[in-house]
């Protein structure tokens, strides 16, 4: 026999698992930096950007280790609190641009985030040869996914082989709406 206090277990627990639910589905639409014409965000002080560029650059370490101390560039605009959060992340041998002593030092530079709701892309720049850190820079492309209980991750990593702002304009052609193309 259910009791009256069963069902009102069972809603409240419905309820609250709706609430988690939805806030978890309310990520939004995100370009740093601003794209021409469009109506996203566009703060690199939200902590989504923070978040899903620390699992970027995070992924690009990984693919390419560092054999030592390393300079991370955040987008323009991120504060010191969020740059201390990524660089914590990040490890021992992170070092946030704006603190760097020894700018020979490999650069790692988040220089595009977008976010599609689930689903978001960070451009990060990266030395071309670790042995090489002041040389050729190539274009990473990070793809992640938000899962409601793990948070950002990375699906994959597309290095580019074009000079990077050449890379970097085919990536923003990519994402230009089809009617917006000429």
């Keep these: 026999m259910i009791t009256h206090r069963a069902v009102a277990r ?6 609250s698992a709706s609430v988690l639910f939805l806030a978890a589905a309310c990520v ?14 566009h703060q690199p002080t939200y902590d989504t950007v ?3 560029a620390a699992a970027a650059i995070s992924a690009v370490v990984a693919d390419r280790p560092q054999t030592g101390r390393y300079i991370v560039q955040l987008p323009q ?6 740059y201390n959060l990524v660089i914590a992340s990040l490890g021992e041998n992170a070092v946030a641009l704006p603190k760097a002593d020894d700018m020979s030092l ?4 988040a220089r595009r985030v977008r976010v599609r709701g689930w689903h978001a892309q960070v ?4 030395p071309m040869e670790a042995a090489n850190p002041q040389g050729q820079k190539q274009l990473v492309t990070v793809d992640l996914k938000r899962d409601v209980i793990e948070g950002w991750h ?14 970097l304009r085919v990536a923003a052609e990519a994402e230009r709406p089809y009617t917006d193309r000429d």
């Design 154 to 167: 990375v699906t994959h990593l597309r290095p580019w082989h074009l000079d990077v702002e050449e890379a």
């Design 123 to 126: 451009d990060v720049v990266r």
């Design 50 to 52: 923070t978040h899903i």
């Design 77 to 82: 605009g991120v504060n010191t609190a969020q």
């Design 28 to 41: 939004p639409y995100v370009n740093v930096p601003a794209q021409r014409g469009d109506v996203a965000l």
């Design 10 to 15: 069972l809603t409240t627990l419905a309820a």
């Design 106 to 109: 490999p650069l790692l530079d």
